[in-house]
């Protein structure tokens, strides 16, 4: 049992995603919420990374998505280069930021709320000087064109893109638990939990911090090119959403802060969230009644399953445990 | 003397605002010795230790480890190069298990997972926390959240062990492992400065004794000499008649 359980934790992350794979095609719901849920999903399991396991609130996430939206589009419409170039200029461009970003902030001990705040303005900050462009350079966003180039990554059906977010999703879950299991694992605990004790202990916090930072933003860089592809369009109002970035830290903090499967659960119930205040007030959200349901569901986790929803998987094996263990552990057994 | 000394301070100064915690101290550490400092509260001895250990810049003075200048180091890198240090107030990681506080040093000075483990568990063992392994630190009494703290540091086979009253708190079983434990780290060839106000528990067991008061050092000597220094008695032992009385 006990050798069994190191490989159920890798075996778990394919066959969840097998799942997610073929949900498409039995025509249960709309691909477009398929999407977003994958790419909650990704975006929550990647923020997890750094706030989560590193312990920096970092909301600058949105604006690498937003980095890798333009990236990509910039390399299709306006380059006319194969996309992989905008993705991976994407990716490095938000891995440096992001690197920079955190170093600054440990060099000039900006911490925590600051912390916060500072990555709220450095993505304001993107988010003006992209508003700023758009209206010198591409007045009303970049399309990118609208044909069938498998070998671009451009599809007409929009499932390949689903297929994308969740393989995604699937590489970064494996590649947490990896690193949990790694001596990384605790490494980055260390640092999160004891600036002062990891120090002392010889781990290089800043760096280690600094390596979590940089590896969580890489993803969101993934997603928003992903979400350039697929929507071939991509504006300030739709890469800028604050929405997203709420979600994201909702997913993340009511599926359980800190966890593998935390967020993944909690994007299933941004995305439910989302839906059901759709079909019940209509398309838009005016009363902004999706606020209000995450402020109450936020309220009932935090009250009822304080480790966020993946709690309540944890409270039901322990409790099958205790049920389990309790027999042989009643004194009279022992007398026996 | 016998050997060199490990690591050499030269005019350590540390400042907090108009307040000068440590106030122009110089002192060496030894192979196979422990070094005591005593003092009464405030006096600045665990300031002194963090300026050692890199929690602290120092305001002035030079730090020398092996003969390498150490004075700019960061904390992390001061703890590769040698020094370990426990903390006055214990500081575990407290969402790690006992025994996984103990690996995280291993690791970071190169060990691997699996070696980590069996020398964090060993060291563990020797200090009488066999049953506490895999609890969280919350599980802990006070004394047994300074023996981990001790057991984090001593672990780690440091060339210079920085020992902030590991005693307090302790029971009397518990201070009589421990004692054998530092004996045996010293008889390896650890350098130890120890802070401690157990005076009793001092002359017992440290070779030379610095004695702190008010940031600065006062005296330095054998037990002997210290208990018998005019100074020490005026500020320090003069106080405490009882402990005093005992040696
Ligand atoms: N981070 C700090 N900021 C400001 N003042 C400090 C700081 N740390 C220590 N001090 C002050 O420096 C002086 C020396 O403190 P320190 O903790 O080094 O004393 P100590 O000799 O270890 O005392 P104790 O026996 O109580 O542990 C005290 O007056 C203390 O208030
Ligand atoms: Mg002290």
Redesign the interface.
């Known amino acids: 049992m006990s050798s069994f359980k190191p490989f159920f934790g890798f075996m778990i992350i394919p066959l969840v995603m097998s799942v997610c794979l073929l949900v498409p095609s039995f025509n249960l719901t709309t691909i477009d919420l398929l999407m977003s849920f994958a790419a909650y999903a990704a975006l929550a399991v990647s923020w997890n990374w750094v706030c989560g396991l590193g312990g920096l609130m970092n909301m600058a996430h949105i604006a690498f998505y937003a980095i890798g939206a333009y990236s990509c589009s910039i390399a299709v419409a306006k380059l006319g280069i194969h996309p992989i170039f905008g993705i991976l200029a994407g990716t490095v461009i938000t891995a440096t930021l992001a690197g920079v970003i955190s170093y600054l902030s440990f060099r000039l001990k900006v911490t925590e709320l600051y912390f916060a705040l500072l990555t709220l303005m450095a993505a304001e900050g993107i988010g003006a000087l992209s508003r700023g462009f758009e209206n010198e350079y591409s007045l009303g966003g970049i399309y990118l064109p609208f044909v069938n180039d498998p070998g671009r990554f451009a599809f007409l059906d929009k499932t390949y893109y689903y297929y994308a977010l969740i393989g995604l999703t699937g590489v970064l879950l494996a590649l947490q638990l990896w690193v949990q299991r790694s001596k990384w694992g605790l490494l980055i605990t260390a640092s999160r939990d004891s600036e002062r004790a990891a120090s002392s202990l010889g781990v290089p916090v800043v760096r280690i911090l600094t390596s979590v930072a940089v590896a969580s933003a890489i993803p969101p860089a993934l997603v928003g090119s992903i979400f350039a592809l697929s929507s071939l369009f991509v504006t300030v109002d739709n890469v800028f959403p604050f929405e997203l970035l709420l979600s994201t830290i909702i997913a993340t903090v009511i599926g359980g802060l800190g966890t593998l499967w935390g967020p993944f659960i909690g994007a299933l119930a941004v995305t439910l969230i989302h839906e059901g205040v759709r079909r019940g007030v209509g398309v838009t959200d005016a009363v902004g009644l999706t606020d209000m349901v995450y402020g109450a569901t936020l309220v009932l986790i935090v009250v009822v399953f304080p480790g966020g929803l993946i709690g309540i998987f944890r409270q039901l094996r322990n409790a099958r445990n205790r049920r389990n263990a309790e027999p042989a552990l009643r004194p009279e057994h022992i007398h026996v | 003397m016998s050997e060199s000394p490990v690591l050499v301070a030269e005019n350590l100064t540390k400042r907090f605002g108009g307040l000068i915690a440590v106030n122009d101290v110089s002192l060496e550490a030894i192979p196979r010795q422990i070094l005591g400092i005593m003092g009464q509260n405030g006096a600045g001895k665990t300031t002194l230790f963090n300026t050692f250990?890199?929690?602290y810049k120092a305001d002035g003075g030079r730090l020398l480890m092996d003969g390498e200048d150490i004075t700019t180091y960061?904390?992390?890198?001061r703890?590769?190069a040698g020094i370990?240090?426990t903390?006055q107030i214990p500081?575990?990681?407290?969402?790690?298990s006992v025994s996984?506080n103990v690996?995280?040093?291993l690791?970071?000075?190169g060990k691997?997972?699996s070696d980590?483990k069996r020398i964090a568990d060993i060291t563990l063992v020797d200090l009488g926390l066999e049953a506490k392994m895999s609890s969280l630190p919350s599980d802990l009494t006070p004394g047994q959240l300074r023996l981990l703290e001790f057991a984090?540091a001593a672990s780690?086979r440091p060339k210079l062990l920085l020992l902030d009253e590991v005693f307090a708190g302790l029971s009397q079983v518990e201070q009589r492992s421990t004692a054998a434990v530092v004996r045996k780290l010293k008889d390896t060839g650890i350098a130890i400065i120890w802070i401690e106000h157990n005076v009793r528990l001092m002359m017992e067991l440290a070779d030379r004794i610095v004695a702190m008061d008010h940031g600065r050092k006062i005296a330095v000597g054998s037990p002997l000499e210290i208990a018998r220094n005019p100074d020490v008695i005026s500020v320090y032992l003069g106080r405490q008649k009882t402990a005093g009385a005992q040696i």
Do not use: D
């Open positions: 250990a890199g929690i960061p904390a992390w890198k703890s590769i370990s240090r903390f500081l575990p990681i407290w969402s790690l996984e690996q995280v040093g690791i970071a000075h691997s997972k980590a984090r780690l």
